[in-house]
């Protein structure tokens, strides 16, 4: 058998696409409740009505085999205003949902912070102000006191490299002291692992990044040479920071060549220095492919630093090998196990899958859905991670995303990738039912099997 009996076959939400219920029991805004929302898809006032369904919705989980339910607390649900009075109401919620996971025996796996930073810590600056960094930490300090009791991994930050490089398209900020954002976001990160470590000794913690392995192009030197900084750029320098405390060279060169400000104090790098997660948890759903930069690289201007090039280093090419999603997303099992390799081999740490999946336009009939093309992009995935496990790489867990119908960034319900369907669409609310999916039936026999049986 590939997996050990313990393995944690999950599934993953976020507070913000899942819960709803955005003013209710005291929750203060946050930045996703105020953010434009693109033309023609919902805001996140109701989402799946998670927030009433929570009881249903974690009965469907069980019913479904989970042994694993990665969600997200809401910050503003904790504290209102991002660093005010503790939020009674909102400790009590989360309560809820952590004692109905433990009466099925299902394992909570809580990320701290699923993009959505309070509004009122983002009016005055977010991450751009250092007292968003002890805002998180007593953040920290209230979900290890009053969750700890129960929950034994925690994620600090998702998709913190998503956030700095692709920040204007999720809606979590943008601008030209970025580098200097994330070295908070770092910070913060630090602080609640080492508090983490004192409070609760036997809980384990870590990162949850969005990784992913980076091509070149063709074998010419260039394009490999271009490839390692473009590794360095969407994966490894965050991971560098938060494993070992230390900025990786190659970021500081591109930083620096592109005229962002980073500053970086002594006493920082012993707070990075002092840290350790205890496993790396990441996000994986496709790999990416660069050619060298054409372009001249000009020092004097700052480019909107993002996932598709860093001026003169490289630039973001489609992959010819690859066939893409519904979506445009490029679709590679393969690169799954390149980047798990990848990972282990450069941190030797066990590693976490939180997000893994399909975003697709499901149909239901007659009460079902035939999602045999996400049973086949899972199935493919898990083969590609069970043969990880068996060359060695340890993974404590397996987390698709998502365990229920939810709003996508971009096309709200239109994309979904649940293994239960949520009767809304972009336009009204409907029923809000809940209907299992085919890949609800063929997940439940995947983990029932261990891993062993995907067909
Ligand atoms: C991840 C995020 O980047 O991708 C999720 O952590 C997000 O919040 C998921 O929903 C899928 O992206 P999208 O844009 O298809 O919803």
Known sequence: MAFKKDFLWGASTSAY???????EGGKGASVQDVKKIPDGTPDFKVCSDHYHRYKEDIKLFNELGLK???FSIAWTRILPTGDGEVNKEGIDFYNNIINE???????PIVTMYHF???YELDKVGGW???????AFEKFAKVLFENYGDRVKYWLTINEQNIMTLMGSVIGTGDSSEIYQDNHRMLLAQAKAMILCHKMLPNAKIGPAPNISAVYPNSNTPEDNLAAQYANVHRNWQFLDACVFGIYNKLALEMIKSQGYKLEIS???IKILKNAKPDFIAFNYYNTSTVKASQKINDSTKIDQQNMSGVNGFFEQVDNKNLQKTEFGWEVDPVGFRVTLNEIYSRYNLPL??????????DKLEDGKVHDDYRIKYLKDHIEQM???TESGVEILSYNPWSAIDLISTHEGFLKRYGFIYVDRDNESEKTLNRYKKDSFFWYKKVIESNGEELD
């Open 17 to 23: 696409q899942v819960e709803g219920g955005y003013n």
């Open 68 to 70: 694993a339910y990665r």
């Open 101 to 107: 996971c433990k009466k099925y025996n299902i394992e």
């Open 116 to 118: 959505d930073l309070p």
């Open 128 to 134: 751009s102000n250092d007292k968003t960094v002890d």
């Open 266 to 268: 002594e006493d920082d």
């Open 352 to 361: 976490m899958i939180t997000e893994n999946g399909l975003g697709a336009y």
């Open 386 to 388: 069970r043969r990880a």
